[in-house]
């Protein structure tokens, strides 16, 4: 019996080590893979809190749906469109159904694994860039944008930079998703709110955050799913992960001091919210250089790109631009600056891939703003097209009732805080008026 049992024991070692994976290097990315996961949960904390208590669920939701319906469309056929080879500009079905993914290895870890950690940026994204729609959007109308945005303009735009597209073969540098996630992700945000409209109330009152503690735990969760996101896109468990994890320490904390000076300087006051969002804008734009700058270039990073989000945000809410958690400004702005600062502090001494402009390669600095203006456009065209198909097959935005009510009670039949027995009586539309007595007494 102890035979047998050390026999099957063998054999299951032998095929969770696969030829060519390596058992260090899976262990890191099953713990990144989870870390990234983490990530939306977070972000359902950071956004929840920044909105009306009225829509705290809603707002939530929207993070939680994405796991679901962007997660099964990545397994089925999002991964495949993005990794499967093809050409230049798509993959092919070889993966659809996860055909052909299994425990082989893919670099130093299984297939599947890498299917997994990729899906959980697949999952982030689209989570990301509900943000700019907040507070009106209609909820079966977001499920279906989120499933058709995470195969027909996330995927591909992985493929052209990760998966042997065009951007990725001409040199094109985004270690953990400058490009494919947040210029991406803010870029589409920036467009749904351009599309839906302003909410009803934008302009007319303070919409103000109505938890900030969810803010400011958002934000740390989001740090601490961070160390996976950038160092499990080392792929491995070596010296690349190292740096790609210690650069996601010191530059958000750059982007922070930098911030909360900008905020004395300003009024002498530095904001909770205003800090949860710089240590957002420092991971956002330190994602696509981790694993290519040094360390102290990652400080120089860290502190420069809290400027052009800083003064972005300031300047936002002066307008008619209902951006409603400012997506755009905090990964649009700062995903944009990460990725050419990028290619001007990249150093091969460091990365062994290629260096910046500042050590010699101007052209790298090129190569990046091509891939920003392929990123910007083609997110933008994509997103507002399937909006617009979308709008065609169901309404897009919630009535002016249905607002004023909150998107929690009219889209889930639920509130986020009650007292007693509930603020306000769910009613079904079908049910009937209650019948007054024979008498006519109320």
Do not use: C
């Amino acid at each position: 019996m102890r035979k047998t049992l050390f026999i099957a024991a063998s054999g299951l070692s032998g095929l969770a080590l696969a030829e060519g994976v390596d058992g260090a290097a899976t262990a890191w990315m099953l713990v990144s893979t989870a870390l990234v996961l983490l990530m939306t949960p977070a972000l359902a904390f950071f956004y929840g809190g920044l909105v009306r208590s009225k829509n705290a669920l809603n707002t939530m939701m929207m993070s939680f749906a994405a796991l679901g319906f962007v997660g099964v469309g990545w397994a089925l056929l999002g991964y495949s469109l993005a990794f499967a080879g093809g050409g230049p500009w798509l993959g092919s079905l070889g993966h659809a159904l996860l055909k052909g993914v299994g425990l082989e290895a893919k670099g130093e870890i299984p297939h599947l694994l890498f299917m997994a950690f990729q899906g959980t940026f697949a999952i982030i994204t689209a989570a990301l860039l509900t943000g700019g729609i907040v507070e009106r959007v209609r909820f079966p109308a977001l499920l279906l944008f989120l499933s058709l945005w995470g195969l027909l303009v996330y995927a591909p735009l992985a493929h052209w930079v990760w998966g042997g597209g065009f951007l990725g073969s001409l040199g094109a540098l985004d270690f953990a998703g400058g490009t494919v996630v947040h210029i991406n992700a803010g870029v589409a945000a920036l467009v749904g709110a351009l599309v839906l409209g302003a909410r009803k109330d934008y302009g007319r009152q303070a919409i103000l955050p109505h938890n900030v503690p969810f803010v400011l735990l958002g934000a740390a969760l989001l740090w601490f799913g961070w160390f996976g996101f950038n160092g499990g896109s080392a792929l491995s468990s070596g010296a690349l992960a190292s740096l790609a994890f210690v650069n996601t320490l010191l530059a958000p904390a750059a982007t922070l001091t930098a911030w909360a000076l900008l905020d004395l300087l300003r009024t002498g006051k530095v904001t909770a919210v205003g800090l949860a969002t710089a240590i957002v804008v420092g991971l956002v734009a330190i994602t696509p250089a981790a694993g290519f700058v040094s360390p102290l270039s990652a400080l120089v990073l860290g502190a420069v790109s809290a400027f052009p989000s800083y003064f972005f945000l300031l300047w936002r809410p002066r307008t008619r631009l209902d951006d409603s958690l400012d997506v755009f400004g905090a990964h649009g702005i700062a995903g944009t600056t990460g990725a050419l600062l990028t290619g001007l502090l990249a150093e091969k001494a460091w990365n062994g891939v290629a260096d910046g402009f500042l050590f010699g390669n101007p052209m790298q600095l090129a190569i990046q703003a091509l891939a920003v203006g392929v990123a910007v456009a083609y997110s933008a065209l994509g997103t507002f097209l399937l909006l617009k198909l979308v709008g065609l097959l169901t309404p897009l935005r919630a009535s002016p009732k249905e607002e004023g009510l909150g998107l929690d009670v009219t889209q889930h039949g639920e509130e986020a805080y009650v007292e007693g027995e509930g603020a306000i009586l769910v009613l079904s539309e079908a049910t009937p008026p209650a019948l007054k007595p024979a008498g006519g007494k109320a």
